[in-house]
């Protein structure tokens, strides 16, 4: 009668490795979550506010400060004070040379003149004519410059009347381009217009006087 065991082995049991068979083939408990982290997310991170760890700044970029003077404002600025600058020179050296040699202005001007037209004006009338009008410009330019360094602090009132000083600015330098001066304060003064609506300047006056937003779940501090 032959031997129902094989001789090379132990006799037959029902696992053949001689334990019970564990619920995990590996040994250890199955975790809640795939690779033994947390269920729904399979890193093991807490998922960041934002996809590149800065809200709503992608690629990693620190987001903008919306309470930050945009380029395009300081650019304005800069443009409208050296303009106004170089212009102011110019009126004040004018009104010297006026002021200086005022007779022989108007000696000049009277030998210019028609008989007809010194009936209606004279040398010294024109001469002063010329004189106001080369100190206004003058106050015009200082204005201009104050304007541009109040709209750098944020001043709308400011933006507005630097834009329609500077579109008077174009106007004139319009009517009266003979020369490359006048051409320059023509481009100086569409520049300025233009800068001043763009670049996020928009945004940036509008959020002058109003409160920063606060987290969800926090109070004010003197609440």
Same mark, same amino acid.
């Given at each position: =009668?032959? #031997?129902?065991? +094989?001789?090379?082995?132990?006799?037959?049991?029902?696992?053949?490795?001689?334990?019970?068979?564990? %619920?995990?083939?590996?040994?250890?408990?199955?975790?809640?979550?795939?690779?033994?982290?947390?269920?729904?997310?399979?890193?093991?991170?807490?998922?960041?506010? !934002?996809?590149?760890?800065?809200?709503?700044?992608?690629?990693?970029?620190?987001? @903008?400060? +919306?309470? $930050?003077?945009?380029?395009?404002?300081?650019?304005?600025? *800069?443009?409208? =004070?050296? !303009?106004?600058?170089? !212009?102011?020179?110019?009126?004040?050296? /004018?009104?010297?040379?006026?002021?200086?040699? $005022? #007779?022989?202005?108007?000696?000049?001007?009277?030998?210019? =003149?028609? %008989?007809?037209? @010194? #009936?209606?004006?004279?040398?010294?009338? /024109?001469?002063?004519?010329?004189?106001?009008?080369?100190?206004?410009?003058?106050?015009?330019?200082?204005?201009?410059?104050?304007? %541009?360094?109040?709209?750098?602090?944020? !001043?709308?009132?400011? $933006?507005?009347?630097?834009?329609?000083?500077?579109? =008077?600015?174009? *106007?004139?330098?319009?009517?009266?381009?003979?020369?490359?001066?006048?051409?320059?304060?023509?481009?100086?003064? *569409?520049?300025?217009?233009?800068?001043?609506?763009?670049?996020?300047?928009?945004?940036?006056?509008? @959020?002058?006087?109003?409160?920063?937003?606060?987290?969800?779940?926090?109070?004010?501090?003197?609440?």
């Amino acid at each position: =009668m032959s #031997d129902p065991h +094989p001789p090379w082995g132990p006799p037959p049991q029902d696992n053949p490795y001689g334990q019970q068979p564990p %619920a995990n083939p590996y040994g250890q408990q199955p975790p809640a979550g795939s690779y033994g982290q947390q269920p729904g997310n399979p890193h093991g991170q807490q998922p960041p506010a !934002s996809p590149y760890g800065q809200p709503g700044a992608p690629y990693g970029q620190p987001a @903008r400060d +919306p309470d $930050r003077r945009p380029g395009t404002v300081t650019a304005a600025a *800069i443009v409208t =004070m050296v !303009s106004s600058g170089v !212009s102011f020179l110019l009126c004040a050296l /004018l009104a010297l040379l006026i002021m200086v040699a $005022r #007779d022989d202005l108007i000696d000049a001007m009277e030998d210019e =003149m028609t %008989a007809s037209q @010194r #009936d209606v004006f004279n040398g010294d009338d /024109l001469a002063t004519v010329i004189t106001v009008i080369v100190v206004a410009f003058a106050v015009w330019c200082l204005v201009a410059l104050v304007l %541009a360094i109040f709209a750098m602090r944020r !001043s709308n009132v400011a $933006r507005i009347l630097l834009v329609i000083s500077a579109a =008077m600015t174009a *106007i004139v330098s319009l009517l009266i381009i003979t020369s490359v001066v006048s051409g320059l304060t023509l481009i100086a003064g *569409i520049v300025v217009i233009v800068l001043l609506f763009t670049g996020g300047a928009n945004e940036w006056f509008a @959020r002058r006087g109003q409160q920063p937003e606060l987290p969800v779940g926090t109070t004010q501090p003197w609440g």
